[in-house]
Structures are given as structure tokens and as C-alpha cells.
């Protein structure tokens, strides 16, 4: 059983470039979700899906930013315009509907350095 | 209002003692779970143990294991016979009410075990 993966481990952008995160959540979980998780702090919530379907965005979802799940496995996660603010660990997570207790799994991140 | 709170932003201690890390949560809602995740220097976030609103007894996963304390709002961690790999941060998150799916997210307390 692997765990949740997430490419690239590190990413250095200028400022104003366009990103694009993926994510493969372990394989029978059907919820996916990403969060972000700036230096010191504890991680944010950003959006969560139930197989395809985007049910929930923070409004911290900017319209720069944007997540698609399209066949219900991987999702992506694109920052469109990068600001030096992005700068963050960017976390996805997958968990089990019906499980008791849907526990949230995590990848190892995506690390985001905009200059 | 903070949803949680972890009043410890970091910890020594010494290998081999015991270690209870503080958690408090502010929810309104009945049903609720409660997660301890461990974030390493790697930083991946690993789930370490979960609590259940209705639960009746105290969760325990190995070494660690969950003093909860509903009427107090009080959700604390212990590690028992600390470990030099236990250094890290401990991040305490809530899922509150029916059809939440986020996690509500502490700034986390960083221990350090000394040898």
C-alpha cells in the first residue's frame, strides 16, 4: 500500500510564472484534499474533493489559484501569476469516505519558492 | 477565536521521560474528531492518533495515546518513554460538526528530545 505522493518535492519560480503541483492519493481513498502551510504555522485549508467533484474551496482559493480531480485519482494544484506570498508548503491529503474515523493522510508536500 | 489552541510552542525533554503536549479546542458542534499529526524536519505530516467526540475511552496508538477531557475541551497528547526520533512538530486538528471534511489546524508545539 503506498502513501500519498506529490511532485515536485521542491519548486523555485519567479514571480509571476505559472506553477502546477500533482498529487496521487493513495489509491482507494476517494477524498482528496490540499491544504497549505506557511513557515511556523499549522496548515490551511485550500480545497477538498469526493472522487471528481470540487465540493469545498476556501476563500483563500484565489482565482489565481485552481485544483482539478479529473478522473477521481490524481488532482493537480496551479498557481497562475506566482507572488513572492505563495511562497509555502503546499499539502495534499486523501482519506476513505465510510472509513469510521476518514482520517486524513498526508503526502510529503510540495515546497514552493517564488523570487 | 482560536479553534484550537496549543499553549506550548516548544518542549525539552529528556529521552526516555514521558511528554504531554497541550491541546484545547472550541466547538459548539457535538460531534467532532480530534487528530495529533507529527511533522519531522522532512516535513511530512503523520497521523499519530484520533478521538472521537463519542468516545468513551481515551485513545491509544503504542506509545501514544490521548487524554481527553470533553467537558474541559481538552485533548492532550502523551508520549510515553520519549525517543530521540520523537523530536519534531506535533500539530493537534479538529473535524467539526457532520459533513465537514477540513481539518481545523493548531500552531503546533515543537519538541526537542535531549539524549
Known amino acids: 500500500d503506498t502513501g500519498v505522493s506529490q511532485n515536485p518535492r521542491h519548486k523555485i519560480t519567479k514571480r509571476g510564472q505559472n506553477v502546477t503541483f500533482r498529487c496521487d492519493p493513495i489509491?482507494?481513498?476517494?477524498?482528496l484534499y490540499w491544504y497549505r502551510q506557511t513557515l511556523g504555522q499549522g496548515p490551511e485549508f485550500l480545497t477538498y474533493f469526493q472522487n471528481e467533484a470540487q465540493l469545498e474551496k476556501s476563500r483563500l482559493l484565489s482565482d489565481r489559484f485552481s485544483a482539478e480531480r479529473p478522473k477521481g485519482s490524481f488532482s493537480t494544484l496551479e498557481i497562475q501569476r506566482t507572488e513572492q506570498g505563495d511562497s509555502a508548503m503546499y499539502l495534499c491529503a486523501s482519506s476513505l469516505s465510510g472509513s469510521v474515523t476518514d482520517t486524513q493522510y498526508f503526502g510529503p508536500g510540495t515546497r514552493l519558492t517564488v523570487l | 477565536a482560536q479553534k484550537i489552541t496549543q499553549t506550548q510552542p516548544g518542549m525539552f525533554v529528556q529521552e526516555k521521560e514521558a511528554v504531554t503536549l497541550d491541546c484545547t479546542y472550541d466547538?459548539?458542534?457535538?460531534?467532532?474528531?480530534l487528530f495529533w499529526y507529527k511533522q519531522p524536519s522532512s516535513g511530512e505530516m503523520i497521523f499519530l492518533i484520533y478521538?472521537?467526540?463519542?468516545d468513551e475511552q481515551n485513545a491509544t496508538e503504542g506509545r501514544y495515546s490521548l487524554n481527553f477531557q470533553k467537558a474541559r475541551k481538552s485533548a492532550n497528547l502523551v508520549i510515553s518513554a520519549s525517543q530521540l526520533g520523537d523530536s519534531a512538530m506535533y500539530f493537534c486538528?479538529?473535524?467539526?460538526?457532520?459533513?465537514?471534511?477540513?481539518?481545523?489546524w493548531g500552531a503546533g508545539t515543537k519538541l526537542i528530545i535531549k539524549p
Open positions: 489509491s482507494e481513498h476517494n477524498r
Open positions: 486538528a479538529m473535524r467539526e460538526g457532520l459533513g465537514n471534511y477540513q481539518l481545523i
Open positions: 478521538q472521537g467526540s463519542y
Open positions: 466547538t459548539s458542534d457535538q460531534s467532532y474528531g
